[in-house]
């Protein structure tokens, strides 16, 4: 076989940098923070990094609104701290890819401010404009749909005496891809400027959402008591992406060589998602779908947070063998991630966050994810096994727009009641995307030694930095840092398994436990005689008889790895155990 590319079985690592790290004391991260930790991240065994959104923007949705593709946002730091950063992260052998953020820029943006003026100016129809709909002499939105952060996608301009579209909040106005002119506009600033720097690749936001259905239909009525209504169907996936991501291939990206162009693709079927990654397609890398992230959600038919509740243990595993069976039946590449920016922290939603379980629940889900196929993303802090705030923090404490917004939607239409106002929180400290947004807790310094211990930092630190921190945890063998290190390092031993392998779930309904296979890719289904690794995780607060394969009964078994150490080898599971067997 072909070697595989290096963004296959490469770990990467997502660094979000208003919490990463801060280096001069003002309470925000910034980019000489990051490149103080780099040889922290090679030493964890991180291979490549996905840099959130540094560009100059006004950060009304925290640098997802860009208002300069080709500047930074002065608290970061400079262009040339960027230089260093990627210099310095291949001087490690390490990559390093970017937030590519071109389905809107900010309000700010120069294209925008320009658009916005007049109905003829050049750029007039760089964004998507409509005339208002009137009834009974009252000014309507074009359309019913709803934005993906709350009240209409639409926001209306005296100037032009029009509507333009935002699928998330207002300052993110959508651009106009029908418009070949802005397709070239954006390969040219947002996506050469920076693969000329050297960067490897990026992390495409929303990279499904471009192309919309033009003909701006009415969404059906998902939420009856609401005046805006989900419309996915009309903007996800659209006509025209696959056109449009082919032209960027060819006209753009193909003279860069193999670099990684990883999609965020939220609800899609394996369908879809081959459409846009499928190896003869050459559109994306791969991408991340959302099946993981979302249970429990309802997001896409506008479920709220506040209504978020627990999945069963076989909709995670079914979310996870999508990757697997992608992978292994259709050929394509997929990623394995739990946590990202916008999502809580994977202990406490897909494990326990209980104190006496934390630790073992933390490095149970390393070993889980670290023996599937796909590309490795890890997040931020999820390395020590950081875990949600309190449901008793207060709504000051959110800097969340789309928290903030989940808020008042629920005020509005409950009032100011102290249960309902509970019941938020609540939401918000199970699903909000502050829980990945809180500061990094290096160590157990005042501020958890993100910032200067006499800074404010711009969003509060999570209460329990002087337990769960990094410089405690690689002081501490058995720590959730230290297992992790040691699960990259297996990772890459046994990638032929892990990464390459093909995956057997074996106790798909089990409610309690997941058990699963990897063995050599085209080992077909009873296996074979050549070596396997079975994988066992617990997923409960009690022991828990362990359900072996019968078709190992007569291979001998050596545990290569467990959460509890390796004395550890007994027909029941300890509550969140993990064990590794290699089977041969
Ligand atoms: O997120 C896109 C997305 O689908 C979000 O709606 C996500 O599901 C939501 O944040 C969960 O609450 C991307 C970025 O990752 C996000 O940070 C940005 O806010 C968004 O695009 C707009 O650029």
């Not at 208002?67 to 992260?89: A, H, K, R, V």
């Not at 005496?161 to 397709?183: A, I, S, T």
Request: aromatic share 14%.
């Amino acid at each position: 076989d072909p070697q595989p590319n290096w963004w296959k079985t490469g770990t990467a690592y997502q660094i979000w940098p208003a919490s990463y790290k801060d280096s001069n004391g003002d309470g925000l991260g910034d980019i000489p923070g990051i490149v103080t930790t780099l040889d922290y991240l090679k030493n964890l065994g991180i291979d490549i990094i996905w840099l959130s959104p540094m560009y100059d923007s006004p950060q009304k949705d925290y640098g997802y609104d860009i208002s300069n593709y080709q500047g930074i946002y002065p608290p970061f730091g400079t262009m040339n701290d960027m230089d260093t950063l990627i210099e310095e992260c291949h001087n490690r052998g390490m990559r390093i890819i970017l937030d590519l953020v071109i389905n809107h820029t900010s309000d700010e943006h120069a294209w925008f401010k320009e658009s916005r003026m007049n109905k003829t100016n050049p750029k007039a129809d760089w964004y998507m404009w409509k005339d208002p709909r009137y009834v009974d002499g009252k000014r309507y939105p074009p359309t019913n749909w709803k934005s993906i952060f709350g009240g209409s996608a639409w926001e209306w301009v005296e100037e032009r005496q029009q509507y333009y579209l935002h699928l998330f909040v207002k300052e993110q106005p959508d651009l106009n891809w029908e418009l070949e002119e802005v397709r070239r506009a954006i390969y040219k600033e947002a996506i050469e400027f920076w693969l000329d720097k050297g960067v490897d690749g990026f992390r495409v936001d929303t990279c499904n959402l471009y192309s919309k259905d033009i003909s701006f239909p009415e969404a059906a009525i998902a939420l009856p008591e609401e005046e805006y209504q989900p419309a996915f169907k009309h903007f996800e996936n659209g006509p025209r992406m696959h056109e449009w991501l082919q032209e960027q291939r060819r006209e753009c990206l193909d003279k860069y060589g193999d670099i990684l162009m990883v999609g965020e693709c939220p609800a899609s079927s394996i369908e879809t998602i081959l459409a846009y990654c499928s190896p003869d397609r050459n559109e994306f890398s791969c991408v991340f779908d959302f099946d993981v992230v979302d249970l429990g959600t309802n997001r896409t038919v506008g479920g709220k947070k506040h209504q978020s509740y627990k999945h069963q243990l076989p909709e995670f595993k079914q979310a996870l063998a999508k990757c697997q069976n992608l992978i292994q039946d259709f050929g394509a590449w997929g990623t394995v991630f739990l946590e990202n920016h916008d999502q809580a922290r994977s202990v406490s939603r897909f494990a326990t966050d209980k104190p006496e379980f934390r630790e073992a629940a933390a490095k149970m889900l390393a070993v889980c994810i670290t023996c599937l196929s796909g590309t490795l993303f890890i997040y931020q802090g999820q390395e020590i096994g950081s875990y949600n705030h309190s449901a008793d923090w207060s709504i000051e404490d959110i800097r969340d727009i789309d928290s903030i917004n989940a808020y008042n939607d629920v005020k509005n239409r409950y009032g100011n009641d102290p249960l309902w106002n509970k019941k938020s929180m609540r939401g918000l400290a199970t699903v909000g995307r502050d829980n990945a947004r809180l500061p990094v807790q290096w160590s157990a310094e005042a501020n958890a030694g993100f910032t200067d211990p006499t800074a404010t930092p711009w969003i509060r630190v999570h209460d329990d930095y002087k337990n769960v921190n990094i410089a405690e945890q690689l002081q501490r063998e058995d720590s959730p840092l230290k297992f992790w290190q040691r699960m990259l390092k297996f990772r890459h031993e046994y990638q032929d398994l892990t990464i390459l392998g093909d995956f057997e779930l074996h106790d798909f309904y089990e409610q309690k436990t997941f058990i699963f296979v990897k063995k050599l890719k085209g080992a077909g289904k009873r296996g074979s005689s050549e070596k396997e690794l079975l994988v066992c995780c617990s997923f409960s607060d009690e022991e828990e008889p362990l359900d072996m394969p019968g078709r190992f009964k007569s291979r001998s078994l050596e545990l290569l790895v467990s959460n509890y150490g390796e004395a550890n080898v007994g027909k029941y599971l300890k509550p969140w155990e993990a064990r590794i067997y290699l089977v041969k």
